[in-house]
């Protein structure tokens, strides 16, 4: 029971990541209307950028300031280069774009940085036991923060004028336009949330594991398979599907191994597109 109970704190925090990176996703499908194949890599990003933080000023705070700014500054660069320009296009065309803006980012990273994979020099901290089950302190703030990250994110888009102007292009782009709100603005805000969220998931990845070029692509079929088991364009969802996904994940270590896990993302994205293709939370629509 004790390992099972470890298990379920470990899926929580890798959920709690998948549900980060499948709300960005999830918000720019319901606003901008294509899947971000480059949401991965701004993760990737992120974590780079926290790991030159943190050896540049011995603090986490800072270098995971620097990996969200990072992450947002990467996402409404994209957005101001490429997929502004392709606006109006098939959504295909905007997903072949998002795909080589993944590329980019991770050649040039690894370009700057190798292949090697590297860590971020924290302090070892003994584990807490608390009636038998190990907990580990590092995973509680990592949780913590990402629980903020999240929170953030929905207030934002519930509680600000910025994020109401955002609902109501998604509800519908043309009314929006009429009722005198920018879109810009609107698009602008969008990428600076959805990069800022992705680039914080990558930089709690990388404390919990190791950063590597490729880790954020790694990432992108469990965010991907979180948006649509959620109901694409449904932020809520997007998370709590985020978290029976990395649950999943964890619980079926023993079974299938930590190299084969993964897989499990795609089974359940094949069988929600199958049974259910409009996800478990509702219909497929905006950002509500």
């Not at 905007?94 to 990273?109: K, M, N, P, Q, W």
């Not at 109901?231 to 809520?236: H, L, S, Y």
């Not at 199958?274 to 629509?285: D, I, N, S, T, Y």
Request: proline fraction near 4%; aromatic fraction near 8%; hydrophobic fraction near 60%.
């Amino acid at each position: 029971m004790v390992f099972w109970i470890e298990l379920l704190i470990a899926g929580l925090v890798s959920g709690l990541v998948i549900g980060l990176v499948a709300l960005s996703i999830t918000l720019v499908f319901g606003i901008a209307r294509f899947p971000n194949a480059s949401a991965g890599d701004i993760m990737t990003l992120g974590a780079y950028a926290a790991l030159a933080g943190h050896a540049a000023t011995g603090s986490l705070f800072a270098g995971g300031v620097a990996g969200a700014a990072a992450g947002a500054a990467a996402s409404v660069a994209a957005y101001a280069l490429v997929f502004r320009r392709l606006a109006g296009r098939s959504t295909v065309a905007l997903l072949v774009a998002s795909i080589g803006v993944a590329f980019v980012i991770r050649a040039g990273l690894a370009l700057a940085f190798g292949h090697a994979q590297q860590v971020f020099q924290v302090p070892l901290v003994r584990p807490w036991r608390i009636e038998g089950v190990r907990v580990h302190p590092n995973d509680l703030r990592l949780a913590a923060t990402a629980a903020a990250s999240l929170a953030a994110v929905f207030v934002t888009l519930y509680l600000t004028p910025i994020g109401r102007r955002m609902r109501a292009v998604a509800d519908d782009p043309s009314l929006a336009r009429v009722s005198g709100i920018s879109p810009v603005r609107v698009m602008v805000a969008l990428w600076l949330v959805a990069g800022a969220a992705c680039a914080i998931a990558g930089v709690i990845l990388g404390l919990r594991t190791v950063v590597s070029p490729e880790m954020g692509w790694e990432m992108l079929l469990p965010g991907f398979a979180a948006a649509i088991l959620g109901g694409i364009g449904n932020p809520a969802g997007a998370v709590v599907a985020g978290l029976i996904l990395g649950i999943a994940q964890e619980m079926a270590t023993p079974f299938v191994g930590f190299t084969y896990k993964i897989a499990l993302a795609f089974v359940l994205m094949l069988l929600v597109l199958l049974v259910r293709p409009r996800g478990l939370f509702g219909r497929l629509e905006g950002v509500r």
